[in-house]
């Protein structure tokens, strides 16, 4: 093999994308990313949960578990989201309508594992975090981390008297 770059040399034509030294790829948990794409799927096509719910879990064949956290946060998000929309907008400082769709669903299933699944804070903003870069790219993560961090300061009972 000659110096590098001389013909032949399979490290002059083979170019690699190489990330910025300190940024990760997302990890998006599997019950997570189901529940938003249920939500998703009912948001823009108007689509019934249960059978958008029984559709996305059969096919992205969910553990047991996994299947019971994404059915728990699609309903839970579905039942309190006019409690979740008033608490983000609160904690954000703009509409709900002015939010894109795709970031609003994260938020409002982070919300929920927040103030009603008593989900560890640091798991509910990593996780949506990450469920935010996957779909909508790296510009709203911080919005989301700082929105649900604002949300994880009060309890769900200060949420209901404040809002």
Excluded at 126 to 141: C, F, I, M, Q
Aim: glycine content about 8%; some cysteine; hydrophobic content about 40%.
């Amino acid at each position: 093999m000659g110096p590098r770059g001389a013909p032949g040399d399979w490290r002059a034509t083979h170019v690699t994308q190489q990330r910025p030294r300190g940024t990760r790829r997302p990890t998006v948990d599997v019950a997570r990313r189901a529940a938003y794409d249920v939500l998703h799927e009912v948001g823009s096509s108007d689509a019934y949960a249960n059978l958008a719910l029984s559709a996305i879990q059969r096919s992205q064949e969910l553990s047991i578990r996994d299947a019971g956290f994404c059915t728990e946060v699609v309903n839970g998000t579905l039942r309190y989201r006019g409690l979740l929309d008033a608490v983000i907008t609160e904690c954000s400082g703009r509409p709900t309508d002015k939010l894109d769709p795709r970031v609003l669903d994260v938020l409002r299933m982070g919300t929920y594992q927040l103030l009603l699944m008593d989900t560890d804070a640091y798991a509910a903003v990593d996780t949506s975090v990450n469920l935010v870069r996957s779909v909508a790219g790296e510009a709203p993560a911080g919005l989301v981390n700082a929105v649900l961090r604002k949300v994880g300061t009060k309890t769900r009972e200060q949420w209901l008297q404040k809002v």
